[in-house]
Structures are given as structure tokens and as C-alpha cells.
């Protein structure tokens, strides 16, 4: 069974054909971040608007990486939710209208859940990827993280799960974009505070990690404010001096130093959470999704701190994909699960698990 998976609920316009629920055949992103660097973070009409110009030829060109035509196609599946209302509207509204037009089954995806699918694609012929040698196991634990993103769930089956636990402010990719501002650091946020965390201590500064009423949920708004007073006082300025005016003023042995100890805590906050869910829940399987997911430090303190060995899919397969759209969109064919009408789905932007 082929599927075309549609992915536009942020800044990527993404299509995708994966076969059985495993093999990617064709993986198309076109992303509008560059437009959005100068801003600092995403603006979701300058997003909707290049979704528009760019969907039709990223599916059109999907299919033709794929080697295939319209009638190899058995069903799509778009994200409905959760993420921007302008963005997600122009993939679903395009997935409904090729769905009554080649007369495919449609099916309606939670975004969330497909960062957890895209560890269920195990082979392609496609160059540069690096793929995980086996699917994932029932029950499973699952740790999504991202820009809009962090949640724990435990997964006892396909679309059977508890949700442990999530961020109660911001996510964790939304952190490290806010920080890496803060620090004078271009956007996105992720890898420039990994590249200049490569040259800092990261035990320079100690910050705090947030203490929750809910036994897995996260925090991430009080260590972005210590970061912030961190930095004020080691120009020698309190809480009156604005955080526009930080990055003049920090000389780069602080930057480094700043972002290699956030780093290290903000992925800690996360890591002994999963690792506290691992000995309560003892999954067969521990997987994790989303941009934060490509992480070296995550990927680092996972495997010191979990007694079993995770196999992570490829970096291009944790940032938004129309793969993790379509894999999960064979899981839900082959249960009967979310099929939509066509003519009535709509939007969900705060969709949740």
C-alpha cells in the first residue's frame, strides 16, 4: 500500500511516499525559514503564503521522485492539526481536493503523533539516510520535541496511548530559539546553540530546572529567564537592561559558555523525565521525534541514562516531513482509523494528543 503523506503545519511545505508503512520512496521538503531568519521566528503569513506557491510542485514532485503516477497512489493522508491555522488550511484543503479529484481515500493526521511514525521507516533507495534497522516495539515510549512541542506518551498499541506528561509554557525548541536571540544567535535556535555549545563549558553556569505539580510534565519558561538574568549580570546590568541589547555587550567565551550550560539543562529537563517514565512503564522501546530530536547532546544523555539502546531515525525525518504524514497514514489505513470525508474535514491548530 502507497501513501502520499501531506505535511504543512509550520514553515515546511512537505510531501512524501512511503509503501507498507516502512519504505520511503520519495521524500520532498520546501521550507521557507530563510524568510523567517530575519524575524527571529516563524511568521505565519509569510508561511501560508509560501505553502501556497510551493504545494502543488512539492507534490508533483514527490510522485515523481517515487517513480509513480496517480493511480499507484491508495491514499492520502495530511496533518489537520496541531500547528498554524493559515498553514494547515492550504495542505488540507489541497489534500481534500486531490481526494475527491483522483477519488483516493483521505485520512487526517495528528502532527504529533507522526514524529513518533517516522521511527517506523526502516528502508529506502533513497541517498543519505541513515534509518533505524527495526520498528519499534509495543509498548513503547515516545518523547516528542520540537519548536511547538514536548510531550511524553506512553504508546501500548497503534493509537492506544496516555500522554505522561508535557511542557506547561514552552516547548523545548521554542526555548532554544528564544535563548539563541537572547545570546545574538541567528535562528533556528537548535543548531546554533548546539554549534556554539561545542566550544563552552558546559558547567560554566548552573541553572535551574523547573519543579512540576505533574509527575512528567516540563517547564521551560523559568530557565529561559535565568538564562536572561545570567546574562544581565554578567555584564554587569540588572533586570532593567533590555535583551535586544545583550548580544553587543556578551564577548563570545560567555555565549559559548551560556548556551553549552542551557544546553545541558534544558536537555537534562527533558532526559530525566523519559528516563522516570522508563522504570515506572518499562517499554520495549524508547523512540523520540521532533526537530530537538536530531540533538547530539539529547541523543548523548538518553544513552548514558537509559539502560536500553535506542535506534534514531535520520535528522531529516525529525524536522517536519510528509514521511512521518504518510507512515502514519498506513497505520491508520490498516486499522480503519481517521478516515475523513473528503468534503468535510477541517482544521484543528490545537489539536493535542
Known amino acids: 500500500m502507497k501513501i502520499l503523506g501531506i505535511e504543512s503545519s509550520c514553515d515546511e511545505t512537505?510531501?512524501?511516499?512511503?509503501?507498507?508503512?516502512?519504505?520511503?520512496?520519495?521524500?520532498?521538503v520546501a521550507s521557507s525559514m530563510a524568510?523567517?531568519?530575519?524575524?527571529?521566528?516563524?511568521?505565519?503569513?509569510?508561511?501560508?503564503?509560501?505553502?501556497?506557491e510551493e504545494i502543488i510542485p512539492v507534490i508533483e514532485k514527490s510522485l515523481t521522485s517515487a517513480g509513480l503516477s496517480w493511480d499507484d497512489i491508495d491514499a492520502i493522508a495530511v496533518t489537520y492539526g496541531a500547528g498554524l491555522a493559515g498553514s494547515l488550511l492550504i495542505g488540507v484543503m489541497t489534500a481534500r481536493t486531490l481526494a475527491i479529484i483522483k477519488?483516493?481515500?483521505?485520512?487526517?493526521?495528528?502532527h504529533v503523533e507522526g514524529h513518533i511514525y517516522a521511527n517506523f521507516i526502516t528502508e529506502t533507495k533513497l541517498e543519505n539516510y541513515n534509518l533505524p534497522s527495526k520498528q519499534p516495539h509495543f509498548p513503547l515510549l515516545g518523547l516528542?520535541?520540537?519548536?511547538?512541542?514536548?510531550?511524553?506518551?506512553y504508546f501500548t498499541d497503534h493509537f492506544n496511548y496516555k500522554l505522561l506528561g508535557q511542557t506547561r509554557d514552552d516547548a523545548i525548541g521554542e526555548a532554544f530559539d528564544k535563548v539563541a536571540k537572547l545570546l545574538g544567535l541567528p535562528y533556528p535556535g537548535g543548531p546554533s546553540i548546539s554549534k556554539a555549545a561545542e566550544v563552552g563549558n558546559p558547567l560554566a553556569y548552573e541553572l535551574p530546572i523547573s519543579k512540576m505539580d505533574g509527575k512528567y510534565d516540563f517547564s521551560f519558561s523559568g530557565i529561559k529567564t535565568a538564562v536572561l538574568r545570567l546574562a544581565q549580570g554578567l555584564v554587569g546590568k540588572d533586570y532593567n537592561l533590555p535583551s535586544s541589547k545583550l548580544p553587543e555587550l556578551l564577548n563570545e567565551a560567555q555565549k559559548t559558555n551560556i548556551a553549552a550550560s542551557f544546553q545541558r539543562?534544558?536537555?537534562a529537563t527533558v532526559v530525566d523525565k523519559t528516563y522516570q517514565a522508563f522504570l515506572e512503564y518499562s517499554p520495549k522501546s524508547v523512540v523520540i521525534g521532533g526537530g530537538?530530536?536530531?540533538?547530539?547532546?539529547?541523543?548523548?544523555?538518553?544513552?548514558?541514562?537509559l539502560p536500553i539502546e535506542i535506534e534514531y531515525t535520520d535528522p531529516k525525518l525529525c524536522t517536519d516531513n510528509g514521511a512521518m504524514i504518510a507512515t502514519l497514514g498506513y497505520y491508520q489505513a490498516l486499522h480503519n482509523y481517521n478516515l475523513a470525508d473528503p468534503y468535510e474535514l477541517l482544521i484543528k491548530p490545537n489539536l493535542s494528543m
Do not use: C, F, M, T
Open 144 to 153: 516528542i520535541v520540537s519548536g511547538g512541542h514536548s510531550q511524553l506518551v
Open 35 to 52: 524568510l523567517h531568519a530575519q524575524y527571529g521566528g516563524v511568521v505565519p503569513e509569510i508561511a501560508a503564503r509560501s505553502h501556497i
Open 14 to 28: 512537505a510531501a512524501s511516499v512511503v509503501e507498507d508503512g516502512h519504505i520511503l520512496l520519495s521524500n520532498v
Open 103 to 110: 477519488n483516493k481515500p483521505l485520512y487526517k493526521a495528528n
Open 292 to 305: 530537538v530530536a536530531s540533538s547530539r547532546e539529547l541523543r548523548n544523555q538518553l544513552a548514558k541514562k
Open 265 to 267: 539543562v534544558a536537555v
